[in-house]
C-alpha cells in the first residue's frame, strides 16, 4: 500500500527566505508524486507533478521538486518566500493510471514579513 | 479555465438525517473522485467513479455513502443517515481519459463544508 509522511505540520519561514518543506512517500511500484496547495476556504490546487522523466520538476509559483528514489523522497522547495505563498501543501502519490492519490498530513506555511 | 464546482459550499445538516453533496466536474473528465478532510486531519480517500460504475473505494465508504451520476454533468455524494463524525470537508475530484491522460493530475472543487449537528 502507498503512503505518505510530511514531516512538520507547520512551518513558518521569513518573506524571502527559503521554504522547504519535506515529504516521504512509501510504494510498492514507480509512483507518481504530487505537491498541491490549499489556500484558506478554497480547494487544492495543483502545484507540480513528478511522472517519469527529469527528476527535478518545476511548477507554478516559482516552486519546484526533486524525487530522489534512493530517499523516497519528493521535497518541495522555492527560493524566496513571499507573503502570498501562506497556505496547507499537501504531498500526496498515485501508484498507477486511474488509482487514487493518497495524501500526506500537509504543512501549514506562515510567511513572517 | 474549466473547474470543477461544488455545491453547497456549506451545509448543516441534523443527525440522522440523508444529504447530498453535489458537483460537477470538468465537462470532458471520465474519472470522477470523493474525497474528505475532517478539521486537522489528512484529506483520505472514499471512492472513485468511472464508466457509470464504483472503480474504488476506501473503509471509510461504508453502506451509509454512494455515489450517483444522475445526467451528463453532475456527479453526487449521498449520505443516507449522518453522524457527527461525518463532519468534515467533503473534495469532489476529476480527471481526464484518453490518450497521455494516464498521468494526469486530479482537478479539485472548492469543496463542501458539512456540519452535522
Known amino acids: 500500500a502507498q503512503s505518505v509522511t510530511q514531516l512538520g505540520s507547520h512551518v513558518s519561514v521569513s518573506e524571502g527566505a527559503l521554504v522547504l518543506l519535506r515529504c516521504n512517500y512509501s510504494?510498492?511500484?514507480?509512483?507518481?508524486l504530487f505537491w498541491y496547495v490549499q489556500y484558506p476556504n478554497q480547494g487544492l490546487q495543483l502545484l507540480l507533478k513528478?511522472?517519469?522523466?527529469?527528476?527535478l520538476v518545476k511548477g507554478i509559483n516559482g516552486f519546484e521538486a526533486e524525487f530522489k528514489k534512493s530517499e523516497t523522497s519528493f521535497h518541495l522547495t522555492k527560493p524566496s518566500a513571499h507573503m502570498s505563498d501562506a497556505a496547507e501543501y499537501f504531498c500526496?502519490?498515485?501508484?498507477?493510471?486511474?488509482?487514487?492519490?493518497?495524501f500526506g498530513g500537509g504543512t501549514r506555511v506562515l510567511v513572517k514579513p | 479555465e474549466p473547474e470543477v464546482t461544488q455545491t453547497p459550499s456549506h451545509q448543516v445538516t441534523q443527525m440522522g438525517q440523508e444529504v447530498i453533496l453535489r458537483c460537477v466536474p470538468i465537462?470532458?473528465?471520465?474519472?470522477f473522485y470523493w474525497y474528505r478532510q475532517i478539521l486537522g486531519q489528512k484529506v483520505e480517500f472514499l471512492v472513485s467513479?468511472?464508466?457509470?460504475?464504483?472503480?474504488?473505494k476506501s473503509e471509510i465508504f461504508d453502506d451509509q455513502f454512494s455515489v450517483e451520476r444522475p445526467d451528463g454533468s453532475n456527479f453526487t455524494l449521498k449520505i443516507r443517515s449522518t453522524k457527527l463524525e461525518d463532519s468534515a470537508m467533503y473534495f469532489c475530484?476529476?480527471?481526464?481519459?484518453?490518450?497521455?491522460?494516464?498521468?494526469?493530475?486530479?482537478?479539485f472543487g472548492n469543496g463542501t463544508r458539512l456540519t452535522v449537528t
Open positions: 475530484a476529476s480527471r481526464p481519459n484518453g490518450p497521455g491522460a494516464y498521468n494526469s493530475p486530479l482537478h
Open positions: 510504494s510498492s511500484v514507480p509512483p507518481y
Open positions: 513528478y511522472t517519469t522523466g527529469a527528476t
Open positions: 500526496a502519490v498515485s501508484e498507477a493510471a486511474g488509482n487514487k492519490l493518497t
Open positions: 465537462s470532458n473528465h471520465l474519472y
Open positions: 467513479f468511472y464508466n457509470n460504475e464504483i472503480s474504488e
